[in-house]
């Protein structure tokens, strides 16, 4: 709320009106927001767990060969509860978009609204289910999100040259 009112800049005083209602106030993490985001849009049916770890445990080699980072600290190994929590998403593809978002905020020109917000990337995770350009609820089970399914729902942020 406080980058959506910055951006607005002179509603500060209905800002602290609406702060005072409230008696506490709440600053979401990075890491919260991921929590939120798999448990509010990609959480699971349970009939769909045992389908997704049998998935895992018949291509868990092949998917963490194919899927490592290299060059970074960031972690890529995925377990088996990560890959039933975040599917189809990698667990490291949640975070990566949270930069993605965080560094599109950050441009020249951008509005400010935009970044690691923990409403637009709720919002990225559920119109990569559903926007017409990813449809992964229509996907066959196994199908996952890659960078390039990311860069389609993110690419009408960034500016002609950026893109």
Known sequence: MDEVVAAIDD??????????RFKNR??????????VATRRVLS????AVP???QLFKDSQGQLNAACRLERTTRKSEVTEADFVQFYPYLPHFIELSIEIMSGIRLQPGAPKHFGGSNRTIIKQAYEMLVSERTAFAKQPVGSLVTLDKIFELVEGNLSTEKR
């Open 26 to 35: 709440i600053d979401m993490a990075p890491a919260d927001i991921r929590e």
């Open 51 to 53: 389908i997704l770890q």
């Open 11 to 20: 509603k500060r005083v209905e800002l602290a009106k609406l702060q005072d």
């Open 44 to 47: 699971k049916k349970q009939a």
